[in-house]
């Protein structure tokens, strides 16, 4: 929001000496921050000055256009006291105008620099300036003719024009509506200096009468008050104000025309937006009701827009004439011709006002307000304002009829304990302090005994409970007071248990050479295709995005691997000779319980509610997964290098497993994106924990990954919840390891995995250590089958263990492996 500080001045009387930082250091401090100060003449250098016309000679040009070679009296700021000889291609002035004359030496905005020069036969020496010459609104039909009296010859134009005015900018939050207005802002200031204020929406009005124009609202929540009022007889060639135009301008809007103006400046003094139509297009009653379906209207920026049945609309008895608060329709636009004027000035709910301007992508002035929400109680006071300034300024005469259909809502009522902003602010504010700031605001209160009722001023419709009162004082008492206490930890709290397992995980995985990334949980049906999974793979059944950031993934994802495969791609495409990458985050899996309620924020939900809000949540366990492709290994003096393979995704996931306690199975399977024959399923306790190996080849490809990639995924939250206590170290014997070496030789079918199962059944509680170091086929096991060389170590907590035990042991573990598997100990 933008305002001069003049304009502020006219409704606050601010203490003397204070300077314009000063006035916006203290608006910044009750809420309104500062954005900027602007002079409206910093565009321009060099002498700008008032000067009259003496002379006026038309001169016709052969290319048809007539020139005017003009002498002006700009008294001594040209230095020599003699008439200016200017040539000017406008035609609307006359001898003894005062006009607004650039000197050569000036420089105008846009770095247009002014010189003397031959032109049309004459030396031109300066420039009689147009407003939009002078950054000042767009005309440029004709230059600027000031009032008599406005200045004399050679006296400094800067003043004249309102170029030397400071303009503030600040910004306004999106709950001090009130901010947007010049009646807001004054208010502030004079809160900020405790300084007189008076209201410009303060005046008396006319009541309602039977002779306003006709007017029906269906829907009173959506347009609780609407008042009309008419002018007749309105001049629509009458000129803005140079002072009115003055002030749009610095508010940042463009002067249009005295009745677009009027009713823009009534919007900025008062914050009430105002529509006004040309009264002669208007047929009969006007109504206000929400749109029906499939009806369309051509709004005044020439857009047709098919209506929502949400949106509020105005109609007569031709049809659709605007979209209530938000946009006037093109059929009753005022125009040049316009000379009677119905004004009105509504009062529309806020949410539907947010609501039609998003749908529509309309964003006006009026809308701005509006959806924010405005002082229901001004309408009438707003509606006779713009009255006065059209027939003060554009003739005409007030008709007597005044409509007023409505009432405004109720204002809210709020219970809060006197003694809550000193509790929450930590400011020592005394109770009849925080009634006192709370009536300074506009707050009507009436205190009983330690507690107190506040009605909120209508122009505040943010505030509804009893913190919103507490901020209220506090920014009246000074943010500043509010004392900087760091709380005190409650002692013996620390890391709880999951956030230590995730932190050692990821030490763990960067540690074996991982990096961590974090990529968009988003998918669509072409990543599905491209990982190779089936019409039914259940991956395939996602949580839809209700406002997805691309149409091509829509949905929120059901695996990792997607993200990462694509960053793996991203890094070695960049030059990496290889990368291992990991990801920790969050999947969705949806309950098909169908879509979440929505609950309204004023109260706390009920028990049920919540049940039936949580029971439409979708799963969302925690994942982890890694991508390891190109060089593991590096090649050099110490001897070759390798690539990444199965074997190393695999590792990781016994790694993790091992440092968090956990016993990991490891069994064969089939399922994409892995390779068919180099995937592996991996168990905890029976249960599935996720998969890892070698990527499928049609995978690798479609991804842009090297051959023989490999990756691995897991629920990360199933691995935590069997993890052992992670604050435990592990427990050393002192007693020696007893080492047994065995061969076993199955077929190719049977899975190391199996063999190794059974072998550490069989071993029983001596068994400290399990590992297959040797896979053999040839000709000395035969044809169909392969031999197992595992490493088997024995050691006892209390005791060193004797020969006796440890063959027993051993023979126990390879007689169950043979019973289950048909393995026979190779020789």
């Given at each position: 929001m933008k305002?001069?500080?003049?304009?502020?001045?006219?409704?606050?009387?601010?203490?003397?000496?204070?300077?314009?930082?000063?006035?916006?250091?203290?608006?910044?401090?009750?809420?309104?921050?500062?954005?900027?100060?602007?002079?409206?003449?910093?565009?321009?250098?060099?002498?700008?000055?008032?000067?009259?016309?003496?002379?006026?000679?038309?001169?016709?040009q052969k290319n048809g256009k007539t020139i005017n070679w003009c002498t002006v009296d700009v008294a001594d700021a040209n230095g020599t006291g003699e008439p200016q000889g200017i040539v000017c291609g406008a035609h609307n002035f006359a001898p003894g105008d005062l006009v607004v004359v650039v000197l050569p030496g000036a420089v105008l905005p846009g770095d247009f620099s002014i010189s003397a020069r031959k032109t049309y036969g004459h030396l031109s020496a300066g420039m009689i300036c147009s407003a939009r010459e002078l950054g000042l609104g767009e005309d440029h039909d004709g230059i600027i003719v000031l009032p008599e009296g406005a200045g004399e010859p050679g006296q400094d134009?800067?003043?004249?024009?309102?170029?030397?005015?400071?303009?503030?900018?600040?910004?306004?939050?999106?709950?001090?509506?009130?901010?947007?207005?010049?009646?807001?802002?004054?208010?502030?200031?004079?809160?900020?200096?405790?300084?007189?204020?008076?209201?410009?929406?303060?005046?008396?009005?006319?009541?309602?009468?039977?002779?306003?124009?006709?007017?029906?609202?269906?829907?009173?929540?959506?347009?609780?008050?609407?008042?009309?009022?008419?002018?007749?007889?309105?001049?629509?060639?009458?000129?803005?104000?140079?002072?009115?135009?003055?002030?749009?301008?610095?508010?940042?809007?463009?002067?249009?025309?005295?009745?677009?103006?009027?009713?823009?400046?009534?919007?900025?003094?008062?914050?009430?937006?105002?529509?006004?139509?040309?009264?002669?297009?208007?047929?009969?009653?006007?109504?206000?009701?929400?749109?029906?379906?499939?009806?369309?209207?051509?709004?005044?920026?020439?857009?047709?827009?098919?209506?929502?049945?949400?949106?509020?609309?105005?109609?007569?008895?031709?049809g659709l004439i605007g979209l209530g608060g938000v946009m006037g329709g093109e059929t009753t636009e005022m125009s040049s011709t316009t000379t009677s004027v119905l004004v009105e000035a509504a009062h529309w709910d806020a949410t539907a006002m947010f609501r039609t301007g998003k749908r529509h992508k309309i964003s006006s002035e009026a809308g701005k307000r509006n959806e924010r929400g405005v002082d229901p109680t001004i309408c009438e006071a707003a509606a006779d304002r713009v009255v006065e300034l059209l027939v003060a300024h554009g003739g005409g005469t007030v008709h007597p009829g005044v409509t007023v259909v409505g009432t405004p809502p109720a204002p809210t009522t709020i219970e809060m304990a006197t003694d809550l902003p000193a509790r929450v602010t930590g400011i020592d504010v005394a109770a009849a302090t925080t009634v006192a700031d709370?009536?300074?605001?506009?707050?009507?209160?009436?205190?009983?005994?330690?507690?107190?009722?506040?009605?909120?001023?209508?122009?505040?419709?943010?505030?509804?409970?009893?913190?919103?009162?507490?901020?209220?004082?506090?920014?009246?008492?000074?943010?500043?007071?509010?004392?900087?206490?760091?709380?005190?930890?409650?002692?013996?709290?620390?890391?709880?248990?999951?956030?230590?397992?995730?932190?050692?995980?990821?030490?763990?995985?960067?540690?074996?050479?991982?990096?961590?990334?974090?990529?968009?949980?988003?998918?669509?049906?072409?990543?599905?295709?491209?990982?190779?999974?089936?019409?039914?793979?259940?991956?395939?059944?996602?949580?839809?995005?209700?406002?997805?950031?691309?149409?091509?993934?829509?949905?929120?994802?059901?695996?990792?691997?997607?993200?990462?495969?694509?960053?793996?791609?991203?890094?070695?495409?960049?030059?990496?000779?290889?990368?291992?990458l990991f990801e920790t985050g969050t999947v969705a899996f949806p309950v098909d319980n169908g879509p979440a309620p929505i609950y309204g924020v004023e109260s706390r939900p009920s028990d049920d509610e919540l049940a039936r809000l949580f029971a439409a949540l979708p799963d969302q366990p925690l994942h982890l997964s890694a991508v390891l492709a190109g060089e593991r290994e590096r090649a050099g003096w110490w001897g070759e290098g390798r690539e990444s393979g199965w074997a190393?995704?695999?590792?990781?996931?016994?790694?993790?497993?091992?440092?968090?306690?956990?016993?990991?199975?490891?069994?064969?399977?089939?399922?994409?994106?892995?390779?068919?024959?180099?995937?592996?399923?991996?168990?905890?306790?029976?249960?599935?924990?996720?998969?890892?190996?070698?990527?499928?080849?049609?995978?690798?490809?479609?991804?842009?990954?090297?051959a023989r990639s490999a990756a691995l995924?897991?629920?990360?939250?199933?691995?935590?919840?069997?993890?052992?206590?992670?604050?435990?170290?592990?427990?050393?014997?002192?007693?020696?390891?007893?080492?047994?070496?065995?061969?076993?030789?199955?077929?190719?079918?049977?899975?190391?995995?199996?063999?190794?199962?059974?072998?550490?059944?069989?071993?029983?509680?001596?068994l400290e250590s399990l590992r297959l170091f040797d896979v053999y086929t040839g000709e000395q096991v035969g044809e169909g089958h392969k031999s197992l060389a595992f490493a088997l170590r024995f050691r006892a907590a209390d005791r060193t263990l004797t020969d006796e035990e440890v063959a027993a042991a051993r023979d126990a573990a390879v007689a169950l492996a043979t019973a289950r598997t048909g393995a026979a100990q190779r020789a």
């Open positions: 305002a001069s500080r003049s304009w502020i001045e006219e409704y606050v009387d601010l203490p003397d000496g204070v300077t314009t930082e000063r006035l916006t250091d203290r608006l910044t401090d009750v809420g309104l921050k500062l954005e900027a100060i602007d002079r409206a003449g910093d565009a321009i250098t060099g002498p700008l000055v008032v000067g009259r016309v003496l002379t006026m000679e038309p001169e016709p134009a800067f003043g004249v024009l309102g170029l030397d005015e400071e303009v503030i900018e600040l910004e306004v939050n999106p709950d001090r509506a009130y901010g947007l207005s010049l009646r807001g802002i004054a208010r502030d200031a004079a809160l900020a200096f405790d300084a007189p204020y008076r209201d410009p929406a303060l005046r008396e009005t006319p009541a309602a009468n039977a002779d306003g124009w006709p007017v029906e609202v269906e829907d009173a929540v959506g347009c609780p008050v609407f008042v009309a009022r008419q002018v007749t007889g309105f001049d629509p060639s009458a000129p803005t104000p140079a002072w009115l135009a003055e002030r749009i301008q610095h508010a940042g809007m463009r002067p249009i025309s005295l009745a677009v103006d009027v009713t823009n400046y009534v919007m900025l003094e008062t914050g009430r937006p105002i529509h006004g139509y040309d009264a002669d297009k208007v047929q009969g009653t006007i109504r206000v009701r929400r749109a029906r379906a499939g009806e369309r209207l051509t709004t005044l920026d020439g857009t047709e827009r098919e209506l929502s049945p949400e949106d509020l609309v105005v109609t007569d008895d031709s709370l009536e300074a605001v506009g707050c009507t209160v009436v205190v009983d005994g330690d507690r107190l009722t506040a009605t909120a001023p209508p122009w505040r419709p943010d505030l509804t409970d009893p913190f919103d009162l507490v901020e209220e004082v506090a920014r009246v008492v000074g943010y500043d007071a509010v004392p900087s206490v760091v709380p005190t930890p409650t002692a013996g709290r620390g890391l709880t248990r999951e956030q230590r397992l995730r932190r050692r995980v990821g030490r763990t995985l960067a540690g074996a050479g991982c990096v961590e990334v974090v990529s968009f949980p988003f998918v669509g049906e072409a990543t599905f295709d491209a990982l190779g999974l089936t019409a039914d793979d259940p991956l395939r059944h996602t949580v839809g995005l209700a406002n997805p950031l691309s149409a091509e993934e829509p949905a929120y994802t059901t695996t990792l691997l997607p993200g990462l495969l694509k960053a793996a791609a991203r890094n070695l495409g960049r030059g990496a000779p290889g990368v291992a190393d995704a695999i590792g990781l996931a016994r790694r993790l497993a091992r440092e968090v306690g956990v016993e990991l199975v490891v069994e064969a399977a089939v399922r994409m994106p892995w390779h068919p024959g180099r995937c592996a399923r991996l168990l905890v306790d029976g249960r599935p924990l996720g998969h890892a190996g070698e990527l499928h080849p049609k995978v690798a490809k479609a991804f842009g990954l090297p995924e897991i629920d990360l939250d199933l691995l935590m919840r069997h993890a052992v206590d992670v604050t435990a170290g592990p427990e050393v014997s002192g007693y020696p390891v007893a080492k047994e070496d065995v061969a076993l030789v199955v077929s190719d079918a049977t899975t190391a995995a199996a063999v190794e199962a059974a072998l550490r059944e069989g071993a029983g509680e001596l």
